[in-house]
Nanobody, 116 residues
């Protein structure tokens, strides 16, 4: 059974940084591309970043390019999102999930609030 547990969110001032983590289990992590998506208050899901199963290819939404970095640790089966230079518009619940037809598994998400 696919299980995803996000953590690392919190309250941070504009310009600050956070590192989100996603603990993954129940599937072959090394064969699966992974992504981060977010949902801001009153808005739908927004794709943030994807990392290929090989880890060699990463892509980002224009809104987070040069500020966020996605990475993965195969030994620990962990997915990460390093977020720098945070802006108020980054405020959202952040979720990790699988890329492809098996992307209908969700953790509880982790809340990121950027405010002074």
């Amino acid at each position: 059974e696919v299980q995803l547990v996000e953590s690392g969110g919190g309250l941070v001032q504009p310009g600050g940084s956070l590192r989100l983590s996603c603990e993954a289990s129940g599937f072959t992590f090394s064969s699966t591309s992974m992504q981060w998506v977010r949902q801001a208050p009153g808005k739908g899901l927004e794709w943030v970043s994807t990392i290929h199963n090989s880890g060699s290819i990463t892509t980002y939404a224009d809104s987070v390019k040069r500020r966020f970095t996605i990475s993965r640790d195969y030994a620990k089966k962990m997915l990460y999102l390093q977020m720098n230079s945070l802006k108020p518009e980054d405020t959202a619940v952040y979720y990790c999930n699988l890329v492809g037809p098996f992307n209908n598994y969700w953790g509880q998400g982790t809340q990121v609030t950027v405010s002074s």
